[in-house]
């Protein structure tokens, strides 16, 4: 069978790369893709790094500068899963190489960057969508469904925890993550920036935040060895802390709904808590990463004697992505939450049609996070539509 192909060029390689090529290599075997995805290239600054991530996960040729690679007239899409400070610069080449852009979240790292982003990307009229993953999972889907459909009537209040624990230990080291000029912000956008896309996807524009944002270690051993998420301790050379560990805010959004978000990474016992309570007017719905595959649902007129929370497995053929996958009850993982977002990425490229969450969502999300940071700093409301 000839399929057309499109042939990827991918920076960065590791967890997010890990996660990118699994779902590049997996999708067309779940989906019948109109574009197959072809690994074509992998670019990192570490030669031998690069070229071992090259011949373990599948990619043809691999490069250690990421303007080579753009260069490159075999290379149809830039996959970006650098650190975020990389995102801007790298995004902005590809487009104006005419390469389609598939980039990591946050999208960037102040309001100017994502701006110049979207711009670049709207001007040479190439594809784009952002890794807002989460989205993806079948219940958060048929939760979209079902509001949509007006099965909980019109939503009242969202409330959405983000809680991780993997850096609790004082002594564990500035990893990336940790370090502002790095990563921008921690938790908030490490975390946060995934719970208030999907409020957004789910509820609706956000107007107005209200914030704080905390850090409760402000000093941490530098990186003598970094590995993934996780590194080696220097034992001589601390480093200040610039970025938060944990957020907490109020939203009010443009259909009236009410929202309180927190995120945090010194949550004890939480390794990936991400989850949402949504209450309308005739029901409420809830969803925890950590049980990926089950939706808990409630509704208000259903018969006294046995009101309650439901839970539903999202796993039959009626079911979002439910006739791709396994039979019933035999549940799918994280992994399957990229092969979904690529599969709408290929339909998009075989479209000719921007999917969504594109960059714009990720300019909507990033002046969303400037706007909780200017809250925590001015002790004020703050308005999104100020930061877009």
Same mark, same amino acid.
């Given at each position: 069978?000839?399929q057309?192909?499109?042939?990827?060029?991918?920076?960065?390689?590791?967890?997010?790369?890990?996660?990118?090529?699994?779902?590049?290599?997996?999708?067309?075997?779940f989906?019948?893709?109109?574009?197959?995805?072809?690994?074509?290239?992998?670019c990192?600054?570490?030669?031998?790094?690069?070229?071992?991530?090259?011949?373990?996960?599948?990619?043809?040729?691999?490069?250690?500068?990421?303007?080579?690679?753009?260069?490159?007239?075999?290379?149809?899409?830039?996959?970006?899963?650098?650190?975020?400070?990389?995102?801007?610069?790298?995004?902005?080449?590809?487009?104006?190489?005419?390469?389609?852009?598939?980039?990591?979240?946050?999208?960037?790292?102040?309001?100017?960057?994502?701006?110049?982003?979207?711009?670049?990307?709207?001007?040479?009229?190439?594809?784009?969508?952002?890794?807002?993953?989460?989205?993806?999972?079948?219940?958060?889907?048929?939760?979209?469904?079902?509001?949509?459909?007006?099965?909980?009537?019109?939503?009242n209040?969202?409330?959405?925890?983000?809680?991780?624990?993997?850096?609790?230990?004082?002594?564990?080291?500035?990893?990336?993550?940790?370090?502002?000029?790095?990563? &921008?912000?921690?938790? @908030?956008? #490490?975390?946060?920036?995934?719970?208030? +896309?999907? /409020?957004?996807?789910?509820?609706?524009?956000? *107007?107005?935040?209200?914030?704080?944002?905390?850090?409760?270690?402000?000093?941490?051993?530098?990186?003598?060895?970094?590995?993934?998420?996780? &590194?080696?301790?220097? @034992?001589? #050379?601390?480093?200040?802390?610039?970025? +938060?560990? /944990?957020?907490?805010?109020?939203?009010?959004? *443009?259909?009236?709904a009410?929202?309180?978000?927190?995120?945090?990474?010194?949550?004890?016992?939480?390794?990936?808590?991400?989850?949402?309570e949504?209450?309308?007017?005739?029901?409420?719905?809830k969803?925890?990463a950590?049980?990926?595959?089950?939706l808990?649902?409630?509704?208000t *007129?259903?018969?006294?004697?046995?009101?309650?929370?439901?839970?539903?497995?999202?796993?039959?053929e009626?079911?979002?992505?439910g006739?791709?996958?396994?039979?019933?009850?035999?549940?799918?993982?994280?992994?399957?939450?990229?092969?979904?977002?690529?599969?709408?990425?290929?339909q998009?490229?075989?479209?000719?049609?921007?999917?969504?969450?594109?960059?714009?969502?990720?300019?909507?999300?990033?002046?969303?996070?400037?706007?909780?940071?200017?809250?925590?700093?001015?002790?004020?409301?703050?308005?999104?539509?100020?930061?877009?």
């Amino acid at each position: 069978m000839n399929q057309k192909e499109v042939r990827i060029g991918m920076v960065g390689y590791k967890f997010m790369g890990k996660a990118h090529s699994n779902a590049y290599q997996n999708a067309p075997f779940f989906f019948d893709l109109p574009v197959k995805p072809i690994k074509q290239a992998i670019c990192g600054r570490n030669e031998e790094g690069v070229k071992s991530a090259a011949e373990k996960m599948g990619w043809n040729s691999w490069e250690t500068d990421w303007r080579k690679l753009i260069e490159r007239e075999d290379i149809d899409l830039i996959d970006i899963v650098t650190p975020n400070n990389r995102h801007a610069e790298i995004a902005i080449a590809a487009a104006e190489a005419g390469k389609h852009v598939y980039c990591e979240k946050p999208l960037a790292m102040t309001i100017e960057e994502s701006r110049r982003m979207l711009e670049a990307v709207e001007k040479n009229n190439v594809i784009h969508m952002v890794n807002f993953n989460y989205r993806f999972a079948p219940a958060v889907q048929l939760a979209k469904k079902m509001i949509t459909d007006g099965k909980i009537g019109k939503v009242n209040h969202i409330r959405a925890l983000y809680l991780q624990d993997w850096i609790m230990d004082p002594d564990f080291p500035l990893v990336w993550r940790l370090e502002k000029s790095v990563c &921008g912000s921690g938790a @908030l956008g #490490d975390l946060a920036a995934h719970s208030l +896309d999907l /409020a957004r996807f789910l509820v609706g524009e956000i *107007e107005e935040v209200s914030a704080r944002l905390k850090t409760f270690v402000t000093d941490r051993p530098a990186v003598a060895e970094s590995s993934g998420l996780s &590194g080696k301790a220097s @034992l001589t #050379d601390k480093r200040k802390v610039e970025v +938060d560990d /944990a957020v907490v805010v109020i939203a009010s959004f *443009e259909n009236g709904a009410f929202g309180t978000f927190e995120a945090t990474r010194f949550a004890g016992g939480n390794r990936n808590s991400n989850q949402f309570e949504i209450n309308g007017e005739k029901g409420s719905i809830k969803w925890n990463a950590e049980q990926l595959n089950e939706l808990q649902v409630y509704f208000t *007129e259903d018969d006294p004697s046995f009101q309650g929370y439901k839970t539903i497995n999202v796993t039959e053929e009626v079911h979002p992505y439910g006739e791709v996958y396994w039979p019933s009850a035999h549940i799918i993982g994280y992994e399957h939450t990229f092969h979904n977002l690529v599969a709408e990425l290929m339909q998009g490229l075989a479209d000719s049609r921007v999917p969504s969450p594109n960059f714009k969502d990720g300019h909507i999300n990033q002046a969303t996070l400037n706007a909780i940071e200017a809250s925590s700093k001015t002790n004020q409301w703050q308005s999104i539509k100020a930061f877009i």
